[in-house]
Structure formats: C-alpha cells, structure tokens
C-alpha cells in the first residue's frame, strides 16, 4: 500500500469522525428546539392592573339609541289553570322602539301576546290564551318583537329569551 494513499484515508476518516462530532453537537443543540416542548412564556400582565376594591364610579356617557335594552328573565311563575295571570313584563324607559311581547312553551305553542308597548310601560295583568296545568316548563320562550317608532313601525331587531314557567297553585 503507498504511503500516500495511506494518509489520504487516514485524512478522509478522520475529516468523517470529526463531521459527524459536528453534526452530533448541532443536534443535540438543537435537539429540544426542533422535537422537544416550548417551554412557557411569562405570561403578559396589564400594568396598569390594581387590587381590587370594590365597584368603582365609571364614565356612564349618554345612552346610545342604536342599541335596544331587553330583560332578561331566569323564571315566570303563573297560576295553573288559570287564564287571568300577574306579571312584571316591561320595555325600558330608555328605549326607543315599541316592543311586541310573545310568550311561547318550548314546542312553540303561543300562551300569549302582546300589542305595542312603549317605552316606559309595562304589562302587569295579561290573560294567556290557554291555561296550564301545574307543573315547570322548561325552554319556554319570551320572544320580544322591536319596531320603530314611525308610521311604518319598521321591524327592527328582537329576542328570544329562554326560561322556565313555574307554574303553581
């Protein structure tokens, strides 16, 4: 074998050892980077954050009468069987459209409606078109109607608020 040759493998063998230490470091450095879990960042906190104290006075403004203010109800409770009921069903004072007022069970069987209600009044006394035994429904439906205040009584947007009648001696 010439000397020659013999240092020219010996030069490529150790060319290749020393290639792959290289490679080996570059991914074991990179290893965690590439296959391993991000570790988690500080979480971004607002500086201007403080202890809590209480409700504060807040800037209220004017109200903005492109919005229409709705209540909510989690429960009405009626009379069983009876079509003469008491309620506290209302549009605030604040609004300015009429609201239409539908009580509804959940399979869409209307107890009641509405006529125009303007804002500021109330239903007190309304009599259902049909009467209930007693017993609690759940999923029924006071589904609110909005119309503007023109002569076209322009329909506008509404709800569907879900509740439960409780229904009662």
């Known amino acids: 074998m010439n000397k020659d040759n013999k240092t020219g ?4 063998l150790l060319f290749l050892v020393l290639l792959l230490v290289g490679a080996g470091i570059f991914v074991g450095m990179n290893w965690n980077r590439w296959f391993g879990e991000t570790p988690p ?3 971004v906190t607002d500086q201007n954050a403080r202890d809590w104290t ?9 109200k903005n009468t492109d919005t229409i203010d709705i209540p909510g109800y989690g429960s009405i409770t009626l009379k069983a069987d009876a079509a003469e009921q008491s309620v506290n069903l209302y549009n605030p004072e604040q609004n300015t459209c009429y609201f239409r007022m539908t ?7 209307q107890l009641w409606q509405s006529g125009l209600i303007e804002p500021g009044k109330g ?3 309304l009599t259902m078109e049909q009467t209930l ?3 609690t429904y759940e999923e029924a439906v006071l589904k609110y109607e909005c119309f503007a205040m023109n002569e076209e009584q ?3 947007n509404g709800s569907e608020i879900k509740l439960t009648l409780n229904v009662i001696q």
């Open 41 to 43: 960042e500080a979480p």
């Open 54 to 62: 209480g409700e504060q006075e807040v800037y209220q403004g004017e």
């Open 133 to 135: 035994a007693e017993g």
């Open 9 to 12: 493998k010996t030069i490529l």
């Open 123 to 125: 239903i007190y006394d």
């Open 103 to 109: 009580l509804l069970l959940s399979d869409g069987t």
């Open 154 to 156: 322009t329909p506008l």
